[in-house]
């Protein structure tokens, strides 16, 4: 599955951005999908994950603020963020992946990533 991420910028705090994610390559209803965000220094980490059915899982520092969501006719996954802060600043990564109970694993296939910049 080949992943191409877009919708990335510089907002102020509190602000939102959406996040696009085309992938091809492979039947696109088939894949769960998770974005993932590595900020400087830091580990590459979950932020959210959404299976072939639509379930989804977020990481607790974006729950209720942000939204995973993907259109199957497009061969789109989006992320919806909401009231940005300053430690949402990364580059953010989208892959493919796979459940195991609630927990979700990527595939470690990524794209080459969209930098979020949030101003304080």
């Known amino acids: 599955v080949q992943l191409v991420e877009s919708g990335g910028g510089l907002v102020q705090t509190g602000g939102s951005l959406k996040l696009s994610c085309l992938a091809s390559g492979s039947t696109f209803s088939r894949n769960a999908f998770g974005w993932y965000r590595q900020a400087p220094g830091k580990l590459r980490e979950l932020v959210a994950a959404i299976g072939t059915v639509g379930n989804t899982n977020y990481a607790a520092s974006v729950k209720g603020r942000f939204t995973i969501s993907r259109d199957d006719a497009k061969s789109m996954v989006y992320l919806q963020m909401n009231s940005l802060k300053p430690e949402d600043t990364a580059v953010y990564y989208c892959?493919?992946?796979?459940?195991?109970?609630?927990?979700?694993?990527?595939?470690?296939?990524w794209g080459q990533g969209t930098l979020v910049t949030v101003s304080s």
């Open positions: 892959s493919t992946g796979y459940w195991s109970g609630t927990s979700f694993y990527s595939y470690d296939n």
